[in-house]
Nanobody, 124 residues
Framework: QVQLVESGGGLVQPGGSLRLSCVAS????????MGWFRQAPGKEREFVAR????????YYADSVKGRFTISRDNAKNTVYLQMNSLRPEDTAVYYC?????????????????WGQGTQVTVSS
């Protein structure tokens, strides 16, 4: 079992940066693949980024590639999402998720555990 708590959201102007953190508790964090998803009002939850536990390989949605960076610190049981060059369309609730399943990294259904979410608002 893994429990996830996100933090770091807030209001930022277009072009600004934020770093989200997700602290995990539970014995299986170090062997879990970690992902970030987001959900805007009236839209479905969508994949943002993923990092594998085994080889550190990362995956990104095309919409955030080159602007967002996912990383993890197993010693701190924490995964990060560094978000740069933020745009109004990045506004959403951001969720951290964990899974031991290697496939379908972009599908919410592939993840077993979810945090409560943190709001990111990009507006001038």
């Amino acid at each position: 079992q893994v429990q996830l708590v996100e933090s770091g959201g807030g209001l930022v102007q277009p072009g600004g940066s934020l770093r989200l953190s997700c602290v995990a508790s539970g014995p299986t964090f170090s062997s879990s693949h970690m992902g970030w998803f987001r959900q805007a009002p009236g839209k479905e939850r969508e994949f943002v980024a993923r990092i594998n536990w085994s080889d550190g390989r990362t995956y990104y949605a095309d919409s955030v590639k080159g602007r967002f960076t996912i990383s993890r610190d197993n010693a701190k049981n924490t995964v990060y999402l560094q978000m740069n060059s933020l745009r109004p369309e990045d506004t959403a609730v951001y969720y951290c998720a964990a899974t031991t399943y290697s496939g379908n990294y972009y599908r919410p259904g592939a993840y077993d555990y979810w945090g409560q979410g943190t709001q990111v608002t990009v507006s001038s």
